[in-house]
Every structure is written in C-alpha cells, then in structure tokens.
C-alpha cells in the first residue's frame, strides 16, 4: 500500500463554515495584519473559533494551502506525506517529486526529505504563500514534527509564511529566538473572543435574537466571548420560551449541551491527577496557591496551573500566584464536583477554616454556606453586616441572607433588621418598613431595649429619607423614651440627630440646632452626617454662603477618601450644593453638581439620587436658559423633571414628587401657562401640606405668585405672596422672606402703589444686607427674577426718595450702572443666527413696530458696532448711499425716532433714550444697557474645547447671520467672520465627537456645514469616517464621489492627496 493513500485528500481542503457563522472583520484584519510573519500562531482554547476564523480568511488570500492535522498524524512521515500531498495540488506539483521518493526508496530519512522539499518550495515560490496548518496540538509534543516546523521557518524562502491553530503554545526550543528576531507573531485568546459589538451582531443578524444593552453584557460577563458558548446559548433559546437572564439562572440544566461537550473533549484528555485537581481547585472562586495545596494534600498547585494555562484550559492569572476560571468552565468543574455531595461539603468546611484562621470572614462565610453549616454562617454575618452596609456592599449581604434557611431568617430580628436595612438603601421601602415592624416585634417579645429602638429607628429612617416628618415624629419620641442615654451614648446620640433633622423638616431650625448639639455632647466622635445636616439647615435658614462653604469642603473631603458606601437619598452633598447654588443664581456650580449627583446615583444603582439629580440638573438649565434666552434649554428642564417623576413614581411615596412638581410649576409659570403652573403648585402644595413640610409649601407658593404676576394678575399675586411672607417668618428663612419681600414690592411698583413698593423695599434691604443676597437683585435666581431689570426702575426712583442711598449706589455699579434718572425695567434680547428677531424683556419686537425698514437696519448697524461710536455721516454712507446729503439726514432723524420708539415705546416725555446714546453727531449702544446678543455667546462657547460648549455652540446657529441682509456691504464682515467661526466649532466638535463614536452627531453637523459651505474638502473626511465609523461603505463611496463632482464644478480642482489616502484605507478596511 503506498504511503499517498494513506492520505485523506478532505483534510487538505478548508472545511465549510456552518450555518450561524458570523463573519468577524475585526479579527480577519487582525490576522491579515500578520501574515508578513514567517510564523503566525492562532492559540486558544478549544471552541473559540480558530478554524472558522482560518476559513474566513482563506477567502483574503490568492495562495494558500490548508492541512487540517488529526491525532494520528503524530507519525512524522504520515504527517510529512500530508504536508507534502497538499502542495501537491499545485498546479507547480510542488511536493510531489519528494512524494514519489518516498513511495520509491524507504531508505530516506525524514530530514533529507524535508530538504528536498524546501528546495522546491524556494525554486516556485515566487509569491506570498501561506501553508495552514489547522489543529496543531495533536502533534505539537512530538520531537520530530518539531525539527519539521523548525526546519521550514528557518531554511523557507521569504515568501513562505506558516500559520497554526493550537490550544496551547509549542514548547520549541527557537520559539525565543524567533521571538527576537521578529519571525513569529502570536494571536491569543483575548483577540479571537468576541467583543460585545460582535455578540449584538450575531444574535442580530445570524440568530434573528434582538439582545438588550444590560444582556450582551451578561453574556459577555458569562461567556467572556467563547464562541461554541454562544452557539450553545441560542441552542437553549430555540428549545422554549426561555430568556437569556434564565439560561444562565438555571445552568446547568440550559446549558447541558456544553457541559456534555466539556466533559468529552477537555476533562476526559486530561490525565487523572489533572482532573482531580481541576475538580477539586473548582471550590475555590479564587484561585490561590497556598489554600490550593491545603486541599491537594500536596504542593504540585502552580505546576498543575501552569501546565493547564499552556493547554489553553480557561485558567487566567488575575495578581501574584492567584488564579481564575473561566465562569461557564468553572460551573461545569462545580457541577462535576457536587456529583460527590459529601466530598463537596469537606472541602468548603475545609476552606472556611483555612478562611476564619487568616480572618477572611467575607471569604468563609461563603464556604460556609456551601457547607451548609448555617448557622456559623449567621453569626459572622451579623457580625460584619455594618461594615458591608457601609461601604455600599448590599447585594452581597442580601445574597447571603437569601440562602440561609427562611425560618431561620424569619425568627432572627437581627437579619431582620439587616434587610430592613438594606431594601431601605435599595429604597425599597415598603419592604424595609415591613421588616423593621417584624425585628420590632421580636425585639418586644424578648424585652431587649436597644433591639426596640434599633428597629424604631430603622421605621423613622425610611420618613426621613422621604421627608415626611409627621409620621417621622412619634416613632423617634418613642425610641427615645426606652433608651437611658447614659447607657446607651451612640445609639441615643443617633436618634437625637434623626430628630433634629425631622424637626428641621417641621420647620422648627432652633428645636433642631439644640437637639443636634445635645447629640454632639452624648457621642464620643464627629458624625460625618452633622455637615450635612448643618448645611442643610443653613439653607433652610437663609444662611446661603455658610452652606456652601461648608458642603464644598464636604466635597473635597469625600473626594480625598472616595470609598464605596451606601446612598444617601436627598442627602447626598452635590445635590444640596446644587440647590444651594441655584438659589443662588450660579447655574453652571449647579449644572456641575447635579451632573455629579446623577453620577453618584448611577454608580450606586439608586433611581432615588439619580431622580433629585436630574431635580436639581432641571432648575440648572431653567436659569441657564433664561440667562442665554434659549428655548430648548427651558424645554430640557421639564424633561428633566418628568424624568425625576417617573423615577420616584415606582417607590409610592408621593412626598418625594414634591419638587418635581413645584419645579414644574414655576417653569410653566415663567413661560406665562398660568394654568398648568396652577395646576402642579396645587399638588405640590397639598402634598407638602400632608407631609408637615412647610418650608418646601412656602417655596411652591413665592413661585406660584411669581407666576400670577407674570400673568399679570396681581391681585393674586400679592395674595401669594403675603401667605409666603408669614410662612417663611414661622420656618425663620431669612432668604425665602427676602425672595418673597422682593417679589412683592416689584407686583406693587408696577401696579401702581409706589409709596407700599418703597415700605416693602424698606424692610428687605436689612434682610439683604444681612444675608449677602445682594445677587437677588443683580441676577437671575431660582427665586427670583428672571429678568433683573425690572428692578432698576424702583430702585432708581428709592434712591431719588433717599431710601438706602448709599446700599442702592453699590447695587446699581454691581449692574454696570451709575445713578440714573430713567431705566426702561427690561433687558433687550437680540436673536441674529438666522431669523432676526428682538425682544424688549418677555416682549418680541413685532414687524409693524420698526415703522421702517431703515430702523431695523440702522439698530443691526449699531450692534455689529457695538464697541464703538458711529458718526452720522458712517451711517448715513452705508444706509442711505445713494441719497443726497439733506435727504439722507432726514431719513435718518425718522429711522431713529423709530427705533428708539421700537425699543423704548413707554419712554417717559423729555426723558433721553436708554439703549441708543448720543454724543453730538456720534452715536452708540449705551454700554450700560443690559443688551443680550446670540453672537456673543456663539463666539464665547466657540472658543472653548470642551464638546459640551461646542454642541451648545452648534446649536445655536440657526442659519446665516441677518439673512434678510444678504446685500448690505456692511454686515458681510461679520457674516464671514461668523461663517469661519462655525466652520472651526464643526471641526473641533467632530474631532471629539468621533473620537468618542458619537457618529449620527457628526454627520448632522458636517451636514449642516455643507450647507454653508459645499466646498469646504475637511467636511468630506469627517462624513466618510463617520460612516466608516457606522460600517456603511455604501455611504462612505457616495460621500467620496459626492466630493469629487462639488469639488470639480464648483472649483475647477481635484481633491488632496491625504482625502484620497483616507478613502482608500477606509475602503480597504471593508
């Protein structure tokens, strides 16, 4: 029989890819990347998808030749034969003269063979060929196929390159030297894994199974990417109705497939002691040296492991002489291992007491609960639950008491109080209050007094973090009278300050500072909650400037010692800052704040902080979008808050909806929708009512009154307000009073009771003064004034009356004015990217009240010249250029009676102008007058690099500068200047927009900027990356030819070469 028919002519052709196969390009151009290497190695374990993977790569290379090695080609001639016969196929006969010479002349050693052969390899080679040697790890240990490998990497010609698929790496004795000398490249199991992308991409597309953003990344905790896992796993889906998040809650059973596969062809090729140490390091989560030995009976641990990692067996070293299975590899070692119940006892009470002599009490309680030895595990449970609450650790703590016996938990006032604990920190707080009342009940029934009031305490807590004090009140009293405070110093201590907030919430600020510095007295150590609940009396007080200094060192404290730890719920710092600044009209402090609360939210999964975050995020934008006059910013803030609602809708305790609503009235209010303002004031305030929250009730009324007045009812208005005076002189806030006072003497002054605005005025300046809220009449604030014009017109007239002269003065120079005898009440707000539009205050500019086109004109003039004087005659050369001298003076005499009486229609007789000066025959915008522009925040956001500024930035431009001026000389500097400007903001924005992916973004805003400029070649790349960037080639050709016919029409020109390298290596990346 000739040694040729020996050889089956099948596993010298790729196998076909299955049915199911997800073509990967990630990993095809990785591999394509390296097969310049005289070696490339393919390693992994077994059902990663080496071989699919060489498959798909066949179709990439003009010359290969494939060998898919079988264990009982370990004989070097038959494996030679092979090698041999493949090349055969050639249409050179490459292989086959050597072929018949050892069919001819048995005398032939293999090494004489193997140099004829490489002869013939250099004397036809004459391009890149690539032999693929398919499963080497059924031959990898024999010496001789070694010498073969060896001898063809070392004496091949350059265009000969060979490429292996093994589980595990050969031992050879060149592999260092080929290393350094640059011939051997390896790809491992991290490259060949799935990525998550690629998992959503092969449910999607080749198991028609749509998967979630939170279950592709189960699957790729669970499976770290295996391939043949996720095979198995849609297998288990086709079998019923089953979901994801069940297949691998009830492995083994939904995954038997693999485990059965696992069984056959891993642990059954392992020679037994490997398979009694995989069984048996299996108990183990974390695989550790030492405690391994203790188990083996032996010190053979790191060479088992290290011998395992070579095989490519799931083993992954994860710190110094620790170790990791993979978890479906692993969960099939356990289920082999709990085969031997009585075994799998031994060894986890054997780990518990390796576990509690290094005291690793985390690590023992969970063998324990493996050996079933429950009531051990009880006891180092209560011990250390407190500390796990601390540091945020709930999930492990509800875990554990979950696989406790259920009486055993049901008669244990102790677990009780645990998981009341912690379903209140996860604000479940219907179950947390369920299990306080029972540990209470067991608590009474065995008389112990700390046990009554721990659970008294933990009822109180959940009205606390509600806030809603009057349910709070009686419990706390009640756990009070138990306890002697000698005795008990910490315990009373902590319930002393639960009171003091709770008679905070009451609105009872000097009962709470006493029951607080009674605390203080009683506990041995500084509470990190005392700044908080200081800061938060402060607030409540009016004290606005000692808060914050003392929440922002707060911040730089928790900064210094970040930790994990359980919510807060309303307490968290950045959230109270946020409404501290706020009040204080410093949005962007509040913006940064509520953003960093969200963030604390999401990191400790707590719907509950997330929604105050997204509470205080809301007011942020509110004030930030009266400061810039953006309506979309406005409209973010009611999304906001409908947000914030919907999140705290599911704990059922509508006292935390509170804010939301009042938020959503004072929006609705400042937009002049009286009605839905009334609407949400009214649930908010009888909610607040309900809880005893009369602080937060005084608030939603200032807010609704300031609604009414905006409405023009001020009747209402001072009806409001006069309830909100008396209110916040009972809860003693200084600051809501003078918010309230302010409020109520401007309603007065406009309708027409000076004498009662100068009284009120009268009694607010002190509270001003005192408090520093001198910001309630120089900006906008939560509440208080949206436009702080309005102001200026009493305050002028108070200062004439001698009303707190010298305070007055000091106001009116913090608002870039001196002492003047006439101030219109209103801010202008100019509105040039794209449409033109004015507006006086609330007030939009309507077409008819220019008069003349001219006016509008000559006031774009004076804006664009803003920074400088204009004589008559500049105007008059570029307004009215072609009219003689007389008729053009006259013309314009009547255009600027318009456009004063446009912007200043309610002028007083005699009075001079406010916002147009002039200086003889010079003339200006009045540098004093509150004149808001959109160009000037557009170019000032421009400026800066962060891509939040620059989306605002984009936003804002609406179209060309003055588009009704497209003809006049003397607007096109400007427009140039602003058409270069958001050319650079576009560039800059998709430059970190597609660093960060967020391609459908870029492509809007190239878009958009080809539409200012079709010729502009940069815009082009970033539109082909970014569909690059989305795998849509289709696009990224139209783009390109898109490119090339604008560029060709329009300028005659051809493209740069760096555009056409771009495009070719993102066509060549397909």
């Not at 060489?54 to 030679?80: A, H, M």
């Not at 198991?207 to 297998?235: N, P, V, Y």
Request: glycine content about 4%; overall charge negative.
């Amino acid at each position: 029989m000739r040694i040729r028919d020996y050889v089956i002519y099948s596993h010298l052709t790729p196998p076909r890819n299955q049915q199911g196969v997800l073509s990967r390009p990630r990993v095809t151009q990785t591999i394509l990347d390296n097969i310049s290497y005289p070696l490339l190695i393919l390693q992994a374990g077994t059902g990663y998808g080496k071989s699919t993977e060489l498959v798909t790569l066949t179709e990439s290379l003009k010359n290969y030749f494939w060998y898919s090695i079988q264990e009982s080609d370990s004989d070097p001639f038959l494996f030679l034969a092979k090698l041999f016969s493949t090349f055969g196929k050639s249409e050179r006969k490459i292989g086959e003269h050597v072929l018949n010479l050892m069919e001819s002349d048995q005398r032939y050693i293999y090494p004489e063979l193997l140099t004829i052969f490489i002869n013939e390899l250099s004397q036809n080679l004459f391009e890149d060929t690539y032999l693929i040697l398919d499963d080497f790890h059924h031959v990898s240990e024999q010496p001789e196929i070694e010498q073969i490998i060896t001898s063809l990497i070392d004496n091949s010609p350059p265009t000969f390159h060979l490429i292996i698929s093994t589980r595990r790496i050969p031992n050879y004795k060149a592999m260092n030297r080929w290393r350094v000398k640059g011939q051997l490249k390896t790809i491992n199991r991290s490259e060949l894994a799935f990525t998550k992308n690629e998992i959503v991409t092969l449910f999607q597309d080749k198991f028609q199974t749509h998967l979630s953003d939170q279950q592709a990344d189960l699957i790729l905790k669970e499976t770290e990417g295996w391939a043949i896992a996720l095979q198995i796993i849609w297998q288990s889906l086709q079998r019923g109705n089953i979901t994801i998040e069940e297949v691998f809650a009830q492995r083994p059973i939904t995954l038997e497939a693999l485990f059965e596969y696992l069984v056959s062809e891993v642990l059954a090729q392992l020679p037994l002691d490997f398979q009694q140490f995989l069984l048996t390091a299996s108990v183990l989560n974390i695989i550790e040296i030492d405690i391994s030995n203790m188990l083996m009976g032996n010190d053979l641990s790191e060479h088992y492991i290290h011998s395992l990692q070579e095989r490519g067996l799931f083993i992954t070293s994860i710190g110094n002489n620790t170790y990791q299975f993979q978890n479906l590899f692993h969960d099939f070692l356990r289920t082999q291992l709990k085969q031997n119940s009585e075994k799998f006892f031994i060894l986890n009470k054997k780990c518990a007491d390796f576990y509690l002599e290094k005291e690793r009490i985390e690590s023992a309680i969970f063998h324990l609960l493996e050996a079933e030895l429950f009531d051990v595990a009880k006891d180092h449970l209560i011990k250390i639950a407190p500390n796990l609450i601390n540091f945020g650790r709930l999930d492990t703590l509800r875990t554990w008491i979950g696989r406790l016996p259920t009486i055993m938990v049901d008669e244990s006032a102790d677990l009780q109080l645990i998981l009341g604990e912690v379903k209140r920190l996860k604000s479940d707080f219907e179950g947390s209050l369920l299990h306080f009342q029972i540990a209470h009940r067991i608590f009474m029934e065995c008389g112990e007094k700390i046990g009554i009031s721990k659970a008294l305490r933990g009822q109180s807590q959940i009205y606390l973090d509600t806030i809603r004090p009057l349910k709070a009140e009686a419990l706390l009293e009640e756990a009070l009278k138990i306890l002697e405070p000698q005795e008990f110093k910490q315990e009373t201590a902590a319930l002393l300050d639960q009171l003091a907030e709770n008679k905070l919430n009451l609105g009872h600020p000097d009962q709470a500072q006493a029951l607080h510095h009674e605390a203080s007295l009683l506990r041995d150590e500084d509470d990190p909650g005392v700044s908080y609940l200081e800061a938060r009396s402060m607030l409540r007080t009016g004290h606005l400037d000692e808060g914050r200094a003392l929440l922002e060192e707060q911040i730089n404290l928790e900064k210094a010692d970040e930790k994990s730890r359980p919510q807060r719920f309303h307490r968290e710092t950045s959230l109270l800052l946020s409404l501290i600044c706020i009040f204080q009209g410093d949005w962007e402090a509040a913006k940064a704040n509520a953003i960093n609360g969200i963030k604390i939210g999401q990191q400790l999964n707590s719907s509950f902080v997330e929604a105050v975050g997204y509470i205080r995020l809301g007011h942020a934008y509110e004030i930030q979008g009266i400061v810039n006059h953006q309506q979309n910013l406005l409209s973010k803030a009611i999304d906001c808050y409908e947000l914030a609602i919907a999140k705290v809708r599911i704990f059922k305790v509508t006292r935390v909806q509170v804010e939301p609503l009042w938020a959503l009235s004072r929006s609705y209010g400042f937009q002049g929708n009286i009605l839905e303002a009334s609407k949400f004031a009214k649930e908010a305030m009888e909610i607040a009512e309900q809880a005893g929250d009369k602080w937060l009730y005084n608030l939603v009324l200032i807010s609704l009154g300031t609604s009414h007045y905006l409405s023009g009812q001020m009747k209402e208005a001072v009806e409001l307000f006069n309830h909100a005076i008396e209110g916040f002189k009972q809860v003693s806030d200084s600051f809501g009073l003078a918010a309230t006072l302010m409020w109520k003497s401007i309603v007065l002054w406009y309708d027409g009771e000076p004498d009662e605005a100068y009284r009120i005025l009268r009694q607010l300046i002190p509270l001003i003064k005192a408090g520093n809220y001198t910001f309630l009449f120089t900006r906008p604030t939560y509440l208080g004034l949206k436009d702080e014009q309005i102001i200026i017109p009493l305050l002028i007239n108070a200062y004439q009356k001698n009303i707190e002269r010298t305070f007055i003065e000091i106001v009116l120079k913090q608002m870039n004015l001196e002492p003047i005898d006439y101030h219109p009440g209103y801010s202008i707000f100019v509105h040039t990217l794209g449409e033109f539009n004015v507006w006086r205050g609330e007030n939009r500019i309507r077409s008819a009240e220019w008069q003349r086109d001219k006016a509008r004109k000559l006031f774009q003039l004076l804006l664009i010249q803003k920074r400088e004087y204009l004589h008559r005659d500049q105007i008059i050369d570029r307004l009215w250029p072609d009219l003689p001298q007389d008729a053009a003076i006259r013309d314009f005499k009547v255009a600027l009676n318009a456009l004063n009486k446009a912007l200043e229609p309610n002028r007083p007789k005699g009075a001079n102008p406010f916002f147009i000066v002039r200086n003889e025959y010079l003339y200006h915008i009045n540098p004093q007058a509150k004149i808001w522009w959109d160009v000037d925040l557009f170019e000032s956001l421009a400026d800066k690099n962060d891509p939040d500024s620059l989306e605002e930035s984009f936003s804002m431009y609406k179209g060309e500068f003055l588009t009704d001026n497209l003809y006049d000389d003397w607007a096109n500097d400007k427009r140039e200047q602003i058409k270069k400007t958001i050319i650079l903001v576009i560039e800059k924005l998709s430059s970190l927009l597609l660093e960060k992916g967020d391609f459908d973004l870029t492509i809007r805003a190239n878009e958009d900027l080809l539409k200012i400029d079709p010729t502009w070649e940069p815009t082009y790349r970033n539109l082909m990356l970014a569909y690059a960037g989305k795998d849509n080639q289709a696009q990224v050709k139209m783009i390109y030819q898109r490119m090339i016919k604008v560029l060709s029409e329009e300028l005659g020109v051809n493209h740069s070469d760096s555009t056409e390298k771009l495009y070719r290596s993102l066509r060549k990346s397909k």
